[in-house]
Structure formats: C-alpha cells, structure tokens
C-alpha cells in the first residue's frame, strides 16, 4: 500500500498517542518528507514523544509505524538529520533515523504484552516492517545499514541467520559485526565459533551470546580488567546496549560467576571508571554480588580489597546519594571514613 493510502485509511481522531487523540499525527508523518531537515527531525522528535512515548504503545503505533516503513524509499529520507534532542548531536540520514525508530517500535511490540489490543495491532505489521528494512542491511551508508540491521535483530522470529553470517564473514567493521553477533544470538544460533576472532570486541560479544560456556565466561571477566579499553570499542553504545560496554559486561559477569573471588580483579579494575553517578550500572551491583547477605561485622580478604578501592576513590564521594543507597543495602558505613576505618581495622 502506498504511503498516501497509509494516511487516509485510519480514522486519526479516533485514535489515541501519549497526549490523547491523534488527530496531529499524520500532519507529522507528511512533515518527515519536508524538504526543510529541521522540519523533518522536529517531526520525528514530535512522533516519538506521541506515539511511541518511551516504548508505550497506542492505538496509533501500528499506523504510524506502516506509514514510517513505507516512505523508507523516499529521496527526502537521504537528507541529513540532526536530532531534536539538545543531548543528540549526532547526524545521520534521516532514513537512519527513522530506521531506529522502527527498531524501537519493533522491541516494544515483541516485549510488551500481548493481551493488549493495541499491541497485538503492532505485532500484526512487524513482517512488514521486518520486509521494509531488509534491503537497507546492504545500504552503502554504514549508519543507514546499522539502524536496519537494528530492526532485523529486534525480530528474531523472522530473521535467518545466513544474513548474519554474511555480514560476520564481508564486514569490517566492528560495530556492524558486533551487531550481526547479537543478531545470531537473539534467534538462538550457536556463536561460540567466533570467540577466537581476531578482533576481541567481536569475540567479548560473541561469548555475551554463549551463557554456558567457560571460555566466554573468562572472556569477559579478561575484558573487564581492562574496563577503559573495553568502553573504547564502542564509544557509542550499541543499539542492544545503553551505557557505557562495560555495564553490559558487569552484568554477565556478576551472573555467570559463583563468587565474588572470581569476580575481584575485575571489580577492583571497574572501580577506578566509576563514581556516584554510574554506580548503579557498575560497583553498585558488584557490591550486591561481594554482600549477598548484609555485612555481619567480619570481612573477607576480597571484601576488604575491594571496599578500600572504593573508600579511596575520590569520585564516589559528595555527588548524589547513589552510593550510600548501595551502602546501605550491603549494611555497611554510609561515609567515606567510616568505611576507611572497617577495611583498616
């Protein structure tokens, strides 16, 4: 169906985004093919907020998202787009844009719960989303091939893994490969071959893909003692991914591992990277892991290690209430000199 029949055939006041009826909508959706790039990314910007509101889905997605596929081909989607967003300042066709956006609807649709009539709307046009964004996995722009390769991981019921392979075997570039990576793993296909490639950020993805494995295990736990190199490979988080690499790696470490011994030298290599704002997604959860149980007033050698790491590190002090909440949990002091004082006792 052509994009034109894609805007006339829903009843747009009928149906509801984030802020109540639709009835805006396809005016924005038209706006994405202006030939003013400010225009097009404030659209954008406008269709995210409403319609796909932090994952929600509406009753206006899976209109939306048809039309966004089908006008994929069109020449104004080529224009350079910066985003609206002042913490965006990144610039990319606009079809990568909308490619990502397609990803998003497509991880809400799959994710969310299928009960829901809305949702169960958007599940029914993911193969057609899935058939608009296929030929863009060979696009010449690097950022338009990754944004649909985005999309085809996000559906792993449709995706095949020969497409994967292909890319593993043609690309060199990292982040395109580390993606086709995820995308084997995401549809259940055995990755463990590529934990010998040459290059080892390829290799730490391919063992996030292998949980029962011992060598990705000591892949990961390797990666992490050398964190800064780690966040390096991919400076701009992977689609799969937010944050920095290594918070994804601490994640699979702390999970994988029995104790927090095995887990000591890449906790006290992780500290120095952090501070009050990434505890959270870094030495909070390690901490969790080293006090499973709330502190009984003896420590073990590695719990002594790795508390004075943190007592010692400046940036984990006077920022945001962050650690102490961490602190707390584990039943230890709540101030830095307090804790000094349990790891020289």
Same mark, same amino acid.
């Given at each position: 169906?052509?994009?034109?029949?894609?805007?006339?055939?829903?009843?747009?006041?009928?149906?509801?985004? +984030?802020?109540?009826?639709?009835?805006?909508?396809?005016?924005?959706?038209?706006?994405?093919?202006?030939?003013?790039?400010?225009?097009?990314?404030?659209?954008? /910007?406008?269709?995210?907020?409403? #319609?796909?509101?932090? =994952? /929600?889905?509406?009753?206006?997605?899976?209109?939306?998202?048809?039309?966004?596929?089908?006008?994929?081909? $069109?020449?104004?989607?080529?224009?350079?787009?910066?985003? +609206?967003?002042?913490?965006?300042?990144?610039?990319?066709?606009?079809?990568?844009?909308? @490619?990502?956006?397609?990803?998003?609807?497509?991880?809400?649709?799959?994710?969310?719960?299928?009960?829901?009539?809305?949702?169960? +709307?958007?599940?029914? #046009? %993911?193969? *057609?989303?899935?058939?608009?964004? %296929?030929?863009?996995? &060979?696009?010449?722009?690097?950022?338009?091939?990754?944004?649909?390769?985005?999309?085809?991981?996000?559906?792993?019921?449709?995706?095949?893994?020969?497409?994967?392979?292909?890319? %593993?075997?043609?690309?060199?570039?990292?982040? *395109?490969?580390?993606?086709?990576?995820? =995308? %084997? =793993?995401?549809?259940? +296909?055995?990755?463990?071959?590529?934990?010998?490639?040459?290059?080892?950020?390829?290799?730490?993805?391919?063992?996030?893909?292998?949980?029962?494995?011992?060598?990705?295990?000591?892949?990961?736990?390797?990666?992490?003692?050398?964190? $800064?190199?780690?966040?390096?490979?991919?400076? *701009?988080?992977?689609?799969?991914? &937010?944050?920095?690499?290594?918070?994804?790696?601490?994640?699979?470490?702390?999970?994988?591992?029995?104790?927090? *011994?095995?887990?000591?030298?890449?906790? @006290?290599? #992780?500290?120095?990277?952090?501070?009050?704002?990434?505890?959270?997604?870094?030495?909070?959860?390690?901490?969790?892991? !080293?006090?499973?149980?709330?502190?009984?007033?003896?420590?073990?050698? !590695?719990?002594?290690?790795?508390?004075?790491?943190?007592?010692?590190?400046?940036?984990?002090?006077?920022? #945001?209430?962050?650690?102490?909440?961490?602190?707390?949990?584990?039943?230890?002091?709540?101030?830095?000199?307090?804790?000094?004082?349990?790891?020289?006792?």
């Amino acid at each position: 169906m052509k994009p034109d029949q894609l805007l006339e055939e829903p009843d747009w006041d009928s149906l509801q985004h +984030a802020y109540g009826p639709a009835g805006d909508t396809p005016g924005l959706l038209v706006q994405l093919l202006d030939d003013d790039p400010e225009k097009q990314a404030y659209a954008l /910007s406008q269709i995210e907020m409403s #319609v796909l509101h932090q =994952g /929600s889905i509406y009753s206006s997605t899976a209109p939306a998202a048809r039309y966004i596929a089908a006008i994929l081909p $069109a020449k104004a989607t080529l224009a350079a787009s910066e985003s +609206a967003y002042p913490w965006d300042d990144r610039e990319r066709p606009l079809r990568a844009a909308l @490619l990502e956006w397609l990803a998003n609807f497509a991880e809400s649709a799959t994710y969310q719960g299928a009960d829901d009539p809305d949702v169960q +709307a958007c599940r029914a #046009v %993911l193969p *057609e989303i899935y058939t608009a964004a %296929l030929p863009y996995v &060979d696009d010449p722009d690097l950022t338009i091939r990754e944004a649909a390769l985005s999309v085809v991981t996000a559906l792993p019921d449709l995706a095949d893994a020969r497409l994967f392979e292909r890319i %593993l075997a043609s690309s060199t570039d990292r982040r *395109e490969r580390a993606a086709a990576v995820f =995308g %084997l =793993g995401a549809i259940g +296909a055995d990755a463990s071959g590529l934990l010998q490639d040459a290059d080892p950020a390829v290799a730490v993805c391919a063992a996030l893909t292998c949980p029962d494995n011992a060598t990705a295990t000591r892949l990961i736990l390797e990666a992490l003692q050398d964190p $800064a190199t780690a966040d390096g490979w991919f400076p *701009e988080p992977l689609p799969q991914f &937010d944050g920095w690499f290594r918070f994804t790696l601490i994640s699979a470490a702390i999970e994988r591992t029995e104790t927090f *011994e095995e887990l000591l030298p890449a906790a @006290l290599a #992780v500290v120095p990277l952090g501070s009050g704002y990434t505890v959270d997604s870094d030495w909070g959860p390690l901490l969790a892991k !080293a006090f499973p149980t709330p502190f009984d007033g003896k420590l073990t050698p !590695a719990q002594r290690q790795f508390l004075s790491a943190i007592a010692e590190h400046d940036r984990n002090w006077g920022q #945001v209430a962050n650690p102490l909440i961490w602190l707390h949990k584990a039943g230890l002091p709540e101030t830095r000199e307090e804790l000094r004082t349990l790891t020289r006792s």
